[in-house]
């Protein structure tokens, strides 16, 4: 009992510090609740002072990967938005229809949805909520769309990172990676006639949706068709070709308003016309980052293969651990600290430097930015990557910590706790992803998530009445 007790002492400590009146922000939230942990480690239960540090340096590097690919996001949002790109997509968007549920559907939906796949990390809120700001939105109504709207890319965003990064620790092989992407999408897209639904009554009245039920049904089946089909195949791209062929249909239908009603006041103001070469100069950041990721992660076209390829380039021994470097300039350490601890970070593979900052140094030239724009674009990326790194390292330690100690380790306990308590259940593993999803997005709940279900040995998936539960899990 009294491990259970000290198991779950830093998650309370971190539910209590981040929802009390004058919460405290992530950046300190997480790294005193990982502080705790690793005191516990030490003193209750015995770990090796020499494991704990070296999880510590394997936690803080494994931060680089988010960190980097948030960095690459935040700096073509910027790029974007200093640009002037950012209003010329608006007033193109404006241009298609001046009915406000179609021009939410487009932005906040499908656009959005586009982005979440391609770069993840805030950044359809990021872009999409000031586009719908520029339409004459209110800023809060449309900030609460554009984060319950994303609720349904999320698990791919970013090429897939809170999967493959999420579950890394777990070991899963590509095939258990495709199956819980397979069954992540079926629920998504389930849900995905909901959320949309109840995100546009934040912006306007039920009454509206209900006059404009049948387009925004069809916008939504235009994202989710493909979305939930490229999961059957890839775990990398659904949300981001979903994204952009349901925002291609969305703009179809709503150029030719099926689905939406008759407004008479809709025409009267004619927008001023946007010359595509205009529009395509203005989205070629994104249409490039698109291209790119694509380009990238089909294995057959045989650039996966060279920007993977582990194949030794060089190694070295600092003493601590042990430095390779392969061709593809895939950095590891290994045998940190004496143990086997080990960490990698692949440079060319990782949505970072390709295709973020490729496509930022491409863009840059496309549009003839001055030094000084460009030197501001760095400059605002730099200040607001400074808190989630902290914050990302802090959760990152804390996971590590928590699952030190193999069946004895604070996460094991608590999910043998919660499994004999609530046997074979379906919400409970839910519920507690959805609140450390709260704590740090989509990556770090996956591990929290999957040792609260069915006590059997090997990997297991629980079914759940007509839908599949996601609840894997390692045991033994």
Not at 52 to 61: K, P, Q, R, T, Y
Not at 400 to 414: A, H, L, Y
Request: charge should be positive; charged fraction near 10%; glycine fraction near 8%.
């Amino acid at each position: 009992m009294l491990n259970l007790v000290i198991s779950v002492v830093p998650i309370l400590l971190l539910i209590w510090m981040m929802t009390k009146r004058n919460a405290l922000p992530s950046h300190y939230a997480l790294p005193i609740s990982a502080l705790l942990v690793g005191i516990f480690q030490i003193f209750y239960f015995g770990v090796d002072s020499q494991l704990l540090i070296a999880n510590i340096v394997s936690g803080s590097l494994s931060a680089i990967t988010p960190i980097s690919i948030i960095a690459g996001a935040i700096l073509l949002n910027r790029l974007i938005a200093l640009s002037g790109a950012e209003a010329v997509i608006r007033q193109w968007l404006e241009g298609i229809s001046r009915n406000k549920v179609a021009q939410l559907m487009i932005i906040g939906w499908a656009f959005a949805f586009m982005i979440e796949g391609a770069s993840g990390f805030g950044t359809p809120a990021a872009i999409a909520a000031p586009i719908l700001v520029g339409l004459g939105f209110n800023p809060l109504r449309v900030a609460m769309l554009a984060l319950v709207m994303n609720s349904v890319p999320v698990s791919f965003g970013a090429v897939g990172t809170p999967t493959w990064f999420g579950f890394s620790g777990l070991g899963l092989s590509d095939a258990d990676l495709l199956e819980v992407g397979q069954l992540s999408a079926l629920m998504h897209s389930v849900a995905a006639f909901i959320i949309p639904v109840v995100a546009l009554s934040f912006v306007v009245s039920w009454s509206t949706i209900r006059r404009n039920f049948l387009f925004i049904q069809l916008s939504v089946l235009s994202c989710t068709i493909p979305y939930f089909l490229f999961a059957q195949w890839n775990y990398e791209f659904p949300s981001l070709i979903g994204g952009a062929i349901g925002m291609s249909l969305s703009i179809v239908i709503a150029r030719f308003k099926i689905g939406l009603e008759k407004e008479s006041g809709t025409e009267l103001e004619p927008v001023e016309k946007v010359p595509m070469a205009k529009v395509i100069k203005a989205l070629s950041p994104t249409l490039m980052l698109i291209g790119i990721l694509i380009v990238t992660r089909i294995q057959q076209l045989g650039i996966k293969g060279l920007l993977t390829d582990s194949t030794p380039l060089f190694s070295l021994n600092l003493g601590f651990a042990d430095l390779s470097v392969s061709q593809a300039l895939i950095i590891k350490l290994s045998n940190i600290l004496q143990t086997d601890t080990a960490w990698a970070y692949k440079t060319l593979y990782v949505p970072a430097l390709i295709p973020f900052f490729l496509v930022v140094m491409i863009s840059v030239w496309i549009f003839k930015m001055p030094k000084e724009q460009v030197k501001q674009v760095f400059t605002e990326t730099g200040s607001r990557i400074k808190m989630p790194f902290i914050a990302l390292i802090g959760a990152l330690i804390m996971v590590k910590f928590m699952m030190m100690g193999g069946e004895g380790s604070p996460i094991m306990t608590t999910g043998r706790a919660f499994s004999d308590l609530m046997g074979t259940n379906c919400f409970l593993p839910w519920s507690l992803g959805s609140l450390f999803l709260w704590f740090s997005h989509g990556f770090k709940p996956n591990i929290w998530w999957y040792s609260t279900d069915d006590r059997s040995n090997g990997w297991t998936v629980t079914k759940c009445g007509v839908s599949s539960a996601i609840g894997w899990r390692l045991y033994g």
